[in-house]
Each structure stands twice: as C-alpha cells, then as structure tokens.
C-alpha cells in the first residue's frame, strides 16, 4: 500500500512538474508575426482569464482547465474521489482547444487562424493526463 502510496505521489510531482515545464514553451501559433504573445504559455496562464472581458467566451472557458487542475491536484492529494472528475474536466477543456480554427487576437474582436499547436499544448494537456492517471491509482486503491 505505502508503494502505491509513493507512487500516486510521484505522480502528481511529475504532472506539476510537467505543467511548469509547459509554461516555458510556445502553446500555438497564428497566422500574424507581429505578435507572440499568442505563443507564450506563461502569459496565456496568467492573462487568459481576460479573454471572457473582450468577448473570447469558448477560450475562457478552456482557460479554465487550469485551475480545475489545480482543484484536480488538491482532490487527488487528499484522496477524494471527485478528483478523477476534475482532472477529466480539465482534460476534456483542453482537447475542445485543440479543435479551435482560429483565436480572438485582438481588442478589435478580429480572429486570428492557428497554424498549429506548440510544444507548450503537448506538455499542459500531458501533465492533465499524468493527474488523471494518479486519479485513476487513487480511486483503484485509496477508495474501496
């Protein structure tokens, strides 16, 4: 038991750590050189959150994946069974991006295309699949 234990912890350091890994890379890129900020992870994770005010409602609502992982990583931790929920939901926001053509890109409400999904989207979508995992071992032999 103390091994599973060991392991569902390791689990969740590594999904963090994989998540903190994400933010140093670009998550997309779009059809205009002018800017990057579309491809700086740490700036979209701080600032995302603001789409909602210039109207960009379906990009709020998958931004939203990162603090349903971060209630994920609590939930999983304290071994509560609604943990695999959450870190399904964060997984499932992030897939919904994935499916986006184009991205609210300015104030103006004009669209810009996504060319293609960085290294940045491969890591922050991995480290929801790793906190998933570590639910699954949580719900498997923490909650009998």
């Known amino acids: 038991m103390k091994k599973i234990k060991t392991i569902k912890s390791t689990l969740i350091i590594f999904s963090i750590i994989v998540f903190i890994i994400s933010l140093f ?5 779009i059809d205009r050189e002018d800017s990057d900020a579309y491809s700086n992870s740490l700036f979209l994770l701080a600032l995302g959150w ?3 005010l210039g109207g960009g409602f379906v990009p709020f ?3 939203l994946a990162n603090p349903i992982y971060i209630i994920s990583i609590f939930l999983i931790s304290k071994s ?3 943990g695999i929920i959450t870190s399904l939901w964060s997984i499932f926001l992030a897939i919904i991006f994935a499916n986006l053509n184009s991205i609210l ?4 409400g004009s669209d810009s295309k996504i060319t293609y999904l960085g290294l940045g989207y491969y890591l922050w979508i991995s ?3 790793i906190l998933f995992i570590s639910s699954v071992i ?3 032999y923490f909650n009998k």
Do not use: D, G, R, Y
């Open 138 to 140: 949580n719900l498997k």
């Open 80 to 82: 509560f069974k609604f």
């Open 50 to 52: 603001m789409s909602f």
């Open 61 to 63: 609502i998958i931004w």
């Open 25 to 29: 890379q670009p998550a997309f890129f």
């Open 105 to 108: 890109t300015s104030e103006s």
């Open 127 to 129: 480290s929801f699949v």
